[in-house]
Structure formats: C-alpha cells, structure tokens
Nanobody
C-alpha cells in the first residue's frame, strides 16, 4: 500500500508560478516512477509530467519549457514546479505511481489560473 498526499495548489494569476508537492508513504520511494496528471472540468485526465527512478523526465507538449518535475528521495517527495501559468492550466492535479501492478493516486489539489 502506497499513500500519496499532495499539497501546494491554489489560485494564481496568469504568468505566475506554483509548486506542487506529493509525499509518499513507505520505504521504497526511490524505486517508484512518479507522475503528475491533471483533470480539467469536462475533460479526461491527462499526463502532465513523469520522472523515472533514475531521474529521467518526460513532459506533455503543452507544458514543456514551463513545468519542471523533480524528486527528493530523502524526503519521499516529488515536486511539480509550474511557471508561466496559463488559464488552460486550471485543473485538479493528481500525483500517481504504479507499484507492483497497482495504481496509486493522491487526493488531488486544485490549481486555478485566473486574473
């Protein structure tokens, strides 16, 4: 069982920045691949960024150059630094990992980008 707890969402003006955090339970965090997904109202959940256990990263085209995913294995935490935010980034953001063929999700954190 892996428990994921997100924090850091909120309301931000266009062009601003937010940093999301996701802390995982357990002692095997360094072995997890970690992802951030988001889901906007009326839309399907989409993959935003991923970081493998070796540190390799992938990003959705819509966030490349603006978002950065990183991890701190000593703190069991993965981060999503979001810069140059746009209104279309508004969504609930979810932390995710798959471990031993089981998907684990956080509770989600709301990000709203609006002036």
């Amino acid at each position: 069982q892996v428990r994921l707890v997100e924090s850091g969402g909120g309301l931000m003006q266009p062009g601003g920045s937010l940093r999301l955090s996701c802390t995982a339970s357990g002692s095997a965090f360094s072995l997890y691949a970690m992802d951030w997904y988001r889901q906007a109202p009326g839309q399907q959940r989409e993959l935003v960024a991923a970081i493998r256990r070796g540190g390799n990263t992938d990003y959705a085209d819509s966030v490349k150059g603006r978002f950065t995913i990183s991890r701190d294995n000593a703190k069991n935490t993965v981060y999503l630094q979001m810069d140059s935010l746009k209104p279309e980034d508004t969504a609930v953001y979810y932390c995710h990992t798959g471990w031993r063929r089981v998907d684990y999700w956080g509770q989600g954190t709301q990000v709203t980008v609006s002036s």
